[in-house]
């Protein structure tokens, strides 16, 4: 080509193409963060359980046997390993790791529920306790996974966060 028949683009069309550019960028920022915002909420809200399924406080760690369960909730006795505890009647825990009367469980009382009064609520110890306590964040992976591959268009990164999520509620299931 000769340079009589190169043609610049206008300064209208070059502002144009900038700011498509800008509002791409921002899109994708904005998607970015829209994804860690559901991790972090995914995180902090297994945390208020992960916490004290993972590092039990002495005194609160021990035993809980079933002697009922409701439509939610199975309600028995705590009984403490080691010293530091004492025993209590009435604690209650989600039905979903506890359902069949007479079943003893490993669990730890959690912090701020009543956990000094009658109505303590425990949560599960152990690796069966501790994948459902992150259950919240495997959710908010396989949301985030949605939003990586529609809105990212990162496809790998969607699937490795997609198969995490799956694969906690998965060993979850597996170990209650």
Same mark, same amino acid.
């Given at each position: ?51 004290? +399924?993972?590092? %039990?406080?002495? /005194? ?5 046997? @079933?002697?009922?369960? !409701?439509?939610? #909730? ?58 459902? +306590?992150?259950? %919240?964040?495997? /959710? ?5 996974? @949605?939003?990586?591959? !529609?809105?990212? #268009? ?21 170990t209650l």
């Amino acid at each position: 080509m000769s340079p009589s028949t190169v043609r610049r683009r206008s300064r209208m069309r070059r502002a144009g193409e900038s700011a498509y550019g800008l509002l791409l960028l921002a899109k994708a920022g904005l998607t970015a963060l829209l994804v860690v915002l559901l991790l972090a909420a995914g995180a902090w809200t297994s945390w208020d359980t992960a916490e004290p +399924a993972m590092f %039990p406080e002495d /005194g609160k760690r021990g035993t809980f046997t @079933v002697e009922k369960c !409701g439509t939610d #909730r199975c309600h028995g006795s705590f009984t403490p390993r080691g010293d530091g505890g004492r025993a209590r009647d009435g604690v209650s825990i989600s039905r979903t790791v506890a359902e069949g009367r007479g079943r003893t469980l490993d669990v730890a009382l959690r912090t701020g529920s009543a956990g000094d009064g009658p109505d303590a609520e425990a949560v599960r110890t152990g690796p069966a306790g501790t994948l459902y +306590a992150w259950v %919240p964040l495997a /959710g908010a992976l396989l949301l985030a996974s @949605v939003v990586v591959a !529609g809105g990212l #268009r990162l496809r790998r990164t969607a699937w490795v966060l997609a198969l995490l999520g799956v694969g906690v509620m998965g060993a979850s299931a597996l170990t209650l």
